[in-house]
């Protein structure tokens, strides 16, 4: 998953939140110099990471974008499904996809010193065109692809990718409605799960 999904399958928790989402900055020798909360949300980007990787629902979409995308088709279903759940945000929270991304860049502001100078880096960017919330338009998700088709090491032309989106729209928006569900409640068994086995009640 992507971004926003990870930060909405923090549950409302900080620190979880800050390891769940600079996760991928972190390699696993550096784990222990964090908080225990932060280290637990690591561990928990890694299981939804695992968890949607193996999934069926998520092979389906896949599908869809393997025959012309290849090894890049996973990246792209994850952006499509930020897609979804931006799109959609109003089904899964209360609070305002413009509130849950501000709340969002204020907490990791806050914990920036303690992460990766890459994240920091990308992290600028994030907040400037605001993409938690920009996700939502097929304009920002279009900004998205551009940038990691610019910084892939090969031609991956992923940016080509919203073409599939358009075409297999409902598809996708079914697929990831039903493949979010599953999700949601394994990263809240996981979530206990990982909380209990590192101490924390």
Same mark, same amino acid.
């Given at each position: 998953m992507n971004f926003l999904a990870h930060a909405y399958l923090s549950f409302g928790q900080e620190e979880v939140l800050v390891g769940n989402f600079a996760a991928d900055f972190i390699k696993g020798k550096d784990?222990?110099?964090?908080?225990?909360?932060?280290? #637990?949300? #690591?561990?928990?980007?890694?299981?939804? /990471?695992?968890?949607? /990787?193996?999934?069926?629902?998520?092979?389906?979409?896949?599908?869809?974008?393997?025959?012309r995308f290849r090894h890049y088709s996973s990246v792209i279903s994850d952006i499509f499904f930020d897609h979804y759940l931006a799109k959609n945000w109003s089904s899964y929270s209360e609070i305002p996809l413009e509130t849950f991304a501000d709340n969002t860049y204020l907490i990791l502001d806050k914990h920036l010193p303690e992460l990766p100078e890459k994240f920091a880096e990308m992290f600028f960017w994030m907040k400037a065109?605001?993409?938690?919330?920009?996700?939502?338009?097929?304009?920002? #998700?279009?900004?998205?692809?551009?940038?990691?088709?610019?910084?892939?090491?090969? /031609?991956?032309k992923m940016n080509e990718s919203t073409d599939v989106l358009r075409e297999k729209d409902g598809e996708f928006e079914v697929i990831f409605f039903a493949f979010f569900e599953d999700l949601e409640t394994f990263a809240r068994a996981k979530l206990t799960e990982l909380t209990h086995s590192h101490g924390r009640h």
């Open positions: 784990l222990q110099r964090f908080a225990v909360g932060i280290q #637990i949300g #690591i561990l928990l980007h890694r299981e939804i /990471d695992t968890f949607t /990787d193996s999934h069926p629902l998520v092979k389906a979409a896949q599908s869809y974008l393997r025959p065109q605001n993409w938690l919330v920009n996700y939502r338009n097929p304009e920002g #998700i279009q900004r998205t692809l551009n940038g990691l088709t610019k910084r892939a090491t090969f /031609d991956s």
